[in-house]
């Protein structure tokens, strides 16, 4: 609990990231100013505080949203008045990883496209697990093969949201797919991903996601490297190499937006831009 004069200081302060708050606090003391949780200051005079926007026009910056606040080039992106523009839920189209009550999911596929319409998405594609989570209820050929069914009578009875036909499929320690070909050629996207083998070593375990990559059928891979925040480390793989698979075959990589999940991790994610795969 602070004044409200120091609310913005205090926020930015204590928010970091600690390297963008040096570097910011660097440029005020180049304009003879001094930063704190209390404020900006010239002298004793505050200057600027009561919000993080006029912290940041005190040292002569536009505001850095939160997001990017690393000192990974937000400070001269800002200074030269380029920052990115941010994805906001404003921009989303629509949702590619979806589980509905045949699996894990607690709502049918009906119910599920109504929210997504609701929400003003223009699609969704139901991506239910495969059948090695069996612990899941995962899909078997002709399980999936209903689904698909489903889906359509979907489609054809309400065509103001389309639902696209997908599967979260097992990538097997072995670097296969644990669905057969014929099942694959029925789905509009394969979300693939690891669930089970995550203390192979590092050369298996990414020998096994570089085989998977490469098969032609997999369209995302969801969760790159594994990890459930606070509770299980990612697994141990070499990310470089998966980025290079990913763009040498067109697959994208999934940003899973979960709370115990966030992965990509933000490095990895700019990684990926940089090598021209799609997130």
Known sequence: VVAPECFGAAL?????????????????????????????????????????????????????????RENRGEIEAAEARALPKLVTLDDLKGDLHVHSTYTDGTETIRAMAMAAKARGRAYIAITDHSRRMAM????????????????????????????FKGIEL???????????DSSLDRLDLVVAAVHSNFHLSREAQTERIEKALASGRVTVLAHPTGRMLGTREPYDVDMTRVIRAAAANDV????????????????????????GVVL
């Open 170 to 180: 097992d990538i097997l320690p072995d670097g296969s797919l644990d669905l057969p």
């Open 12 to 68: 930015h302060y204590f928010t970091g990231s600690k390297a963008h708050n040096i570097a910011v606090r660097a440029i005020a003391r180049a304009r003879g100013l001094k930063i704190n949780e209390y404020g900006v200051f010239r002298g004793t005079r505050r200057v600027g505080g009561a919000t993080e926007e006029d912290v940041f026009a005190a040292v002569g910056l536009p505001y850095i949203a939160p997001e990017l």
């Open 136 to 163: 899941m209820h995962g899909l078997d050929p002709e399980r999936l093969r209903r689904q698909g069914a489903e889906i359509d009578r979907q489609n054809a009875s309400d065509p103001g949201i389309h639902v």
């Open 252 to 275: 994208a990589l999934e940003i899973n937006a979960q709370p115990d999940r966030l992965d990509l991790t933000d490095v990895y994610a700019r990684m990926a831009k940089e090598a």
